[in-house]
């Protein structure tokens, strides 16, 4: 004890001082920064295990779009949206059903997954992605004017030509052969906007454009 | 505050207590800058896409291109900027699903990893998977088993993201069936073609005309400036015959590459994998090196059991059935630790548990193949080709910069630099012509540029010496110099005219096809040569697209329908439509599957694109153009 210098006396004076008034403040933000990291890494181990089940649900769901097994899908996909609907499974697992159900010929079962895509999925794009699948949906099950009202937005820029495209189908269906010729014409100008080598799409939307002014429906 | 420190335990330990809690939240790799290597072609989001990486692409899409073509390719494809871009959007691409995949935790199974190995026919003999078949085709391909399986789980896990987004669009039915029938609808057509010829004799081209085209199209009448050119090429091949190597060189490069020249050591091991992540909690750690132990003390009890433990309890799925053999491989193929250890070994040696990403292994090595080693005769030929070609592009770049000041010191001949580097003058015998880029046969625009200067023209002066790539430089000199020259109404009053006739010709045919259209759409008659009948699909293009176009855009409630298309240059032609069948497709009709999923397939690639683009908002996308440019042989 003996050893200390007056300097160091004084300085270990201020110490105590500051530890003093604001000692209660370093504890309670040590401790603060503490619990939030145990929790955070409970956390981060929960999302781990929840991800893994789901990720052995999707596999499922995978494999039942490849053998066009429309229940199998259904369920695996169900159970994935009802367990773990926070996990980036459930949008991927939802837009996976929704496509073998349509292809079955389903459309209830096609439109419901895709609904809470639209609803659901943390990605903008993936709702606006869903929306569009979900309009084709409607334009089956012979609701135009639901499909009509998902395409009522402006879409983002890459969805363009799938936007006014399908708008084109729905207008079709409504009998407005004129607005759907400018829809179908709106998605040809989209697609020349931008070349991407390979694509043929425009081709399939300028036959229907086509077929509209050969006066064929 | 030092000193404090050091004596207040409690406030030192609350201070690193926050330390180590910012690593908890952030992970100690954020300490860590890794800014812009070089050899990057690309950086995703912050993590980089090596050149080694991109080449290997490059690689494969060749290998692929060349397959589906039978090696039918111009090499031409491959040397495309475009051909490089596309091969590199491909891996950002990829790189940006797997990063979105690790964002969101996406995993593969160990199960699903080996159904899907057990499913690539390139690994299965007679519709099996065969373990010998699944090792030769990594080797042939330079991956090992653990690389491989982590490569294919990597994909497997963006291939999850992917198939949502891109293969699971769906199109309406309704709208599938329209597509169809259109294609498939037929309409009876008959022809009259209005043919430039038939207005050419009647024409006549006045003076005043033909003079006002020629005024308006004189510079497509002049010749352009040219020359002939004397030329000096100074390149590493032509100096590589100049160079001399000695003996004593030969042998030294030998001794320092002789290492390189064979084939490096491989060994063949087999290994047990207790996994756990490298991120794994302690516990888990504790517990996997518990086990791993006690797995190491049976083999240490009986050295002939390690082929059976590895079968029950290796973790590693590619080669726990084969009694954990990885085959042999070479330095460079394992993780670091790993391959420490496999190289520590002697032959039947067991190791002490081995730490690696993947979690702790047991390795015994079962043989040993020694570098081989070619003698000095052996590999003379090679050394001798590789230090002439260094010895030579040494040169180069000593003489070319004493070459350059020659042709540029005594600019009124090629002579003296021909002379000090024993260099041929050679002469171009055609004239090249002003707005060419390629030169004596070198295609250089700053070479083309150079000659037809002020100061190579008019001044007679030698060009600078251009590096016109690949170790080479050319500097040449005008040696004949025709300015451009516009030439006169007189001089090519023949050709204005007949080039004046064709147009007016073909306006005169299109004008009278467009009349006849007109008078008929009104119900007029018409006395016309129809051809005879032709029966046309959609689907089956047999006339160019506007008149394809023409005949089924026309309305069809009231037949006979007209129509007709302008043919650049070849007059116009006028169509009657017969007769229009139309095609109802039955709900059943197979054709409207393969026309659904083509449908459905191009429209999921729309979507594809537009979440990748969303995903590029997300990950910043850095192309380094620089390393993108570089050839790897160049």
């Known amino acids: 004890m003996a050893v200390y210098d007056l300097e160091e006396q004084e300085q270990l004076a201020e110490l105590k001082a500051w530890w003093a008034q604001y000692g209660w403040m370093v504890t309670t933000v040590a401790v603060i920064a503490a619990v939030a990291s145990v929790s955070w890494q409970g956390w981060q181990w929960y999302q781990r295990k929840q991800t893994a089940e789901a990720a052995a649900l999707y596999s499922v769901v995978q494999k039942a779009v490849v053998d066009n097994d429309a229940a199998a899908a259904r369920q695996a996909a169900g159970q994935i949206l009802e367990n773990f609907s926070g996990t980036a499974y459930a949008p991927l697992a939802a837009l996976m059903s929704a496509k073998v159900q349509q292809a079955a010929g389903d459309t209830g079962n096609a439109a419901l997954p895709l609904e809470w895509v639209t609803k659901n999925a943390s990605e903008p794009v993936m709702r606006d992605i869903a929306r569009l699948r979900l309009a084709a949906v409607r334009l089956d099950a012979g609701d135009t004017a639901a499909a009509l009202a998902l395409l009522s937005d402006e879409p983002p820029p890459a969805l363009k030509v799938r936007h006014h495209d399908l708008r084109g189908d729905a207008l079709v269906a409504d009998g407005k052969i004129d607005d759907a010729r400018k829809a179908y014409q709106a998605a040809l100008d989209a697609a020349d906007a931008v070349i991407v080598p390979g694509d043929r799409s425009a081709e399939i939307i300028r036959i229907k454009l086509e077929a509209l002014m050969g006066g064929a429906r | 505050m030092f000193e404090a420190v050091r004596n207040n335990k409690r406030i030192a330990q609350a201070i690193l207590a926050l330390i180590s809690v910012t690593f908890a939240f952030f992970g100690i790799e954020s300490y860590l800058n890794n800014n812009g290597a070089a050899g990057e072609v690309a950086t995703v989001g912050g993590t980089p896409i090596s050149a080694y990486e991109f080449e290997q692409a490059v690689r494969e899409q060749q290998d692929r291109i060349r397959a589906s073509n039978e090696g039918q390719v111009d090499p031409a494809t491959f040397q495309d900027p475009l051909f490089r871009r596309a091969v590199l959007d ?166 320092q590459t002789k290492l390189n020249l064979g084939s490096p050591e491989e060994r063949k091991a087999r290994h047990i994998l207790v996994q756990v992540a490298a991120d794994a909690s302690e516990a888990d750690v504790a517990a996997a090196s518990k086990k791993a132990e006690a797995l190491l003390a049976e083999i240490k009890a009986d050295g002939s059991r390690f082929e059976a433990i590895a079968k029950t309890a290796s973790d ?260 009657r439509v017969d007769a229009v069948k139309k095609v109802t497709i039955d709900d059943k009709d197979p054709r409207l599957e393969t026309m659904t999923d083509q449908y459905a397939q191009l429209m999921g690639a729309q979507d594809l694109r537009a979440f990748l683009s969303a995903l590029r908002e997300r990950y910043a996308v850095k192309i380094n153009a620089a390393a993108l440019a570089t050839d790897s042989n160049g």
């Open chain 2, 90 to 255: 491909n891996l950002v691409n990829q790189r940006l699903l797997s990063l979105f995949a690790s964002e969101h935790r996406l995993s593969v199974s160990d199960e699903q990893l080996r159904q899907t190995i057990a499913g690539i026919p390139a690994f299965q003999e007679d519709g099996q998977f065969s373990n010998a078949r699944y090792q030769a085709a990594l080797r042939g391909q330079g991956m090992n088993d653990l690389s491989f399986q982590e490569r294919l789980r990597g994909e497997l896990a963006y291939q999850q993201v992917l198939s949502a987004m891109g293969e699971a669009a769906m199109v309406p039915k309704a709208a599938v069936s329209r597509v169809l029938s259109a294609q498939l609808e037929e309409r009876t057509v008959h022809m009259v073609r209005f043919e430039p010829e038939t207005y050419l004799k009647s024409l006549e081209i006045s003076p005043e005309a033909a003079k006002a085209y020629y005024e308006a199209n004189i510079e497509s009448y002049a010749v352009p400036a040219r020359v002939k050119l004397s030329y000096l090429v100074l390149s590493a091949d032509t100096l590589k015959s100049k160079v001399t190597v000695s003996d004593d060189e030969l042998r030294a490069e030998y001794e």
């Open chain 2, 316 to 575: 590693d799925p590619g080669s726990s059935a084969n009694g954990g053999d990885l085959g042999f491989f070479g330095r460079g193929a394992m993780l670091k630790p790993f391959e420490d250890a496999a190289f520590s070994l002697a032959v039947g040696e067991v190791s002490e548990l081995v730490r690696s990403d993947f979690g702790f292994h047991i390795i015994r090595v079962d043989d040993i193949r020694k570098a081989t080693i070619p003698s000095f005769e052996e590999a003379r030929g090679q050394l001798e080709a590789t230090l002439r070609e260094r010895a030579a592009s040494r040169r180069f770049a000593e003489s070319a910069e004493q070459f350059a000041n020659l042709v540029y010191e005594q600019p009124d001949s090629l002579e003296p630099a021909a002379n000090q580097f024993g260099l041929e003058i050679r002469s171009t015998e055609d004239w090249i012509e002003k707005g060419a880029t390629t030169v004596a046969g070198f295609e250089s625009p700053a070479l083309a540029e150079a000659v037809f200067s002020q100061s190579a023209i008019a001044s007679k002066h030698n060009t600078d010496a251009i590096d016109i790539g690949n170790n080479t430089i050319v500097a040449a000199r005008v040696t004949s110099h025709e300015p451009a020259q516009r030439r006169s109404f007189d001089e090519v009053k023949a050709e204005v005219e007949s080039q004046l006739r064709q147009q007016q010709a073909a306006e005169a045919a299109a004008k009278a096809g467009a009349d006849q259209l007109a008078a008929l759409t009104k119900g007029e008659k018409a006395d016309l040569s129809w051809g005879d009948p032709i029966k046309l699909q959609r689907g089956l293009p047999m006339l160019p697209p506007n008149a394809m176009t023409s005949v089924f855009a026309v309305a069809s409630d009231s037949l006979p329908a007209y129509t007709g298309v302008s043919v650049p240059g070849a007059g116009y032609a006028l169509f």
